[in-house]
């Protein structure tokens, strides 16, 4: 693609992706005006993107989220994007995804705007979760409504930001790696005053975890052995920051220790859950931060 340099920098991060999924999602973005970036986390380079994006890199290996969305960004930055979206690889949008987030932005001058999320599989709507200055929690809903409400934290997938927000509250903190990397950039956004509005009209499916299942009448992700070391040891980083309010990080490593307890008695690999939940208290005790040191 040659460089057209629309108006939107639409940074796609992507990890051993469905090649198909992928160009789909790519496809949907460009004919909606938005300059597509992807930043590949994989282990090997095996997306033969050719002319079908602006930008293509391969980072030689997994480097976190957070560090393949701070190469887009910095991307965004130098070629003076004014709007900057973000996706994962299995993102699905709309036809008029893009418009529908981007309209009200202008109109109204927000500083980040983004969509309600629906479960893939079950269709249900998912709950958008706004932390208070004091660390408590309340779940909102757009119940079929129209009207644009705000939250404090929002996940990064569809989010759509005005590109010199980064100027302001910095970009990702990529010494998390993956987990907890959008919940501390929106808290730093929110220290400094700035909201999240949502966009009812906007509507992404989305599914968390590799599968779940059902307890108490409570839906459980699965996620790897891997992914539960770092939302463990970040759950402590939490405590760390002083934009992030003391309750809410005592309640996520409340929250990561029982949810950790379930899939070790749930789950057939029972020793390599338990082995990354002590690893990830230990190094998040410690303060170890990047890639999880090698065993």
């Not at 693609?1 to 992928?22: G, H, R």
Request: net charge positive; hydrophobic share 40%; charged share 25%.
């Amino acid at each position: 693609m040659s460089i057209s340099k629309n108006s939107i920098c639409a940074i796609v991060v992507t990890y051993n992706p469905s090649f198909e999924n992928l160009l789909l999602l790519i496809d949907k973005l460009t004919h909606q005006n938005c300059d597509v970036i992807v930043i590949d986390n994989s282990e090997r380079n095996t997306c033969n993107l050719d002319d079908k994006t602006l930008s293509y890199r391969w980072l030689g290996g997994n480097k976190g989220i957070a560090f393949a969305q701070n190469v887009g960004i910095k991307e965004s930055l130098e070629n003076q994007y004014p709007f900057t979206i973000f996706f994962d690889q299995d993102s699905n949008v709309a036809d008029n995804f893009i418009e529908t987030l981007k309209k009200p932005m202008i109109i109204n001058n927000y500083k980040i705007c983004a969509p309600v999320f629906y479960d893939e599989k079950r269709g249900f709507e998912y709950a958008i979760t706004d932390v208070k200055s004091n660390g408590t929690r309340k779940k909102i809903y757009s119940n079929g409504k129209n009207e644009i409400f705000t939250s404090s934290v929002v996940i990064s997938s569809g989010t759509l930001v005005k590109t010199d927000i980064f100027n302001t509250v910095g970009i990702m903190d990529d010494g998390l790696f993956i987990d907890y990397v959008d919940t501390e950039w929106c808290l730093r956004c929110f220290s400094e005053n700035i909201l999240v509005h949502i966009i009812p009209q906007a509507k992404m499916i989305h599914s968390i975890g590799d599968k779940s299942f059902n307890i108490f009448g409570f839906c459980v992700p699965v996620h790897s052995p891997a992914r539960r070391y770092y939302r463990v040891r970040n759950s402590f980083h939490l405590f760390r920051y002083r934009h992030v309010p003391k309750l809410l990080a005592i309640r996520e490593i409340t929250f990561c220790f029982v949810h950790s307890f379930i899939l070790i008695f749930k789950q057939k690999n029972k020793k390599e859950y338990l082995y990354s939940f002590f690893a990830g208290i230990r190094d998040g005790i410690l303060n170890v931060r990047g890639e999880k040191p090698k065993s």
